[in-house]
């Protein structure tokens, strides 16, 4: 990638609830990339597009979680503006970004995933039927938010009606949980990398535990069965194609007594010290310097073929 000639802006911050993360995304990022290509780093604190980019010398590296960043608007005016970018388009990131809807792909397509419901704002809730259809022990997540913000998993009517009476009015997917152990697997390019098993301090994998050195354990590669491992790769590829990303993502599921479960997808997954892309990457061999080059090749690739 010696011979490109632009450069490339690398968005991080944003306005969503994980802004300090993608801080710390797109730094990593920038220092990463900085032997390899001119950079430059941008950090955005509204939901628009920065001024001074100029489509036919920047290409543009989003390193924004969540809203703004994954769930499509970013990428939206990115096309609007003729840029070229990394990751997932505008369609596919909105539709990743929503874990229903992802779900509902995936089964289409023959990848299993947990039982679950949706729960929209206003909406009359029965716990009890809820319990009675997902059972005792249930997964609260939002429908559209990233990093383990709001995940919660409760036991019972009881503790599920005060979970919910204590979230905002938004759209809320419930899921069944499901005992097991949980992993993560990077895709690059279409292709899997390496499986990482997720063992969190206290059993939950929320927010803290994400992003607190010490407070979860990585097991990089994953100890699995043969046909297991071979299961994650093909339904992690699986989900990658049928949603339509391109480039890059992370893909999660918890391992069943009857085998993986797709849990969700990331289009664009945190890239700190504790992420799981790295680590995933790291199975293949690959340094954080090669796999920021990687994540941002085909883009260099789609840059230059416009130019010529």
Not at 196 to 217: L, R
Not at 248 to 277: C, H, K, W, Y
Not at 288 to 299: G, I, N, R
Request: overall charge negative; aromatic content about 6%.
């Amino acid at each position: 990638m010696k011979d490109f000639a632009g450069e490339i802006a690398v968005l991080y911050g944003g306005v969503g609830a994980e802004r300090d993360v993608s801080i710390v995304t797109g730094k990593a990022v920038l220092e990463a990339l900085s032997c390899d290509f001119k950079v430059r780093g941008i950090e955005l604190r509204e939901a628009s597009l920065p001024k001074g980019l100029d489509p036919r010398e920047s290409l543009i590296f989003p390193a924004l979680h969540g809203e703004f960043g994954e769930d499509g608007g970013l990428q939206s005016l990115l096309e609007k503006g003729g840029f070229e970018y990394s990751g997932s388009d505008s369609i596919s990131s909105a539709l990743c970004m929503n874990k229903a809807q992802a779900k509902k792909r995936a089964d289409a397509a023959g990848v299993r995933g947990a039982d679950s419901m949706v729960l929209s704002p206003g909406e009359v809730i029965d716990c009890r039927a809820i319990c009675e259809k997902l059972g005792r022990r249930i997964v609260v997540k939002p429908v559209d938010g990233g990093s383990s913000t709001f995940l919660s998993i409760v036991e019972g009517a009881g503790e599920l009606q005060r979970r919910l009476d204590t979230l905002p009015n938004r759209h809320w997917l419930l899921e069944s949980f499901i005992e097991g152990r949980e992993v993560s697997i990077g895709i690059l390019n279409g292709l899997s990398m390496g499986v990482v098993e997720i063992v969190p301090q206290g059993g939950v994998y929320d927010y803290e535990h994400k992003y607190t050195a010490g407070k979860t354990e990585y097991r990089s590669p994953a100890v699995l069965e043969p046909d297991e491992e071979s299961m994650i790769r093909h339904w992690a590829e699986t989900v990658f194609a049928v949603c339509g990303c391109r480039d890059f993502a992370r893909v999660d599921f918890r391992l069943s007594d009857d085998g993986p479960r797709f849990l969700e997808i990331n289009t664009i997954p945190g890239l700190t010290a504790e992420s799981l892309l790295p680590k995933s990457a790291a199975c293949r061999g690959l340094s954080f310097e090669d796999l920021a080059v990687e994540l941002v090749s085909p883009a260099v690739n789609r840059f230059q073929r416009r130019r010529r």
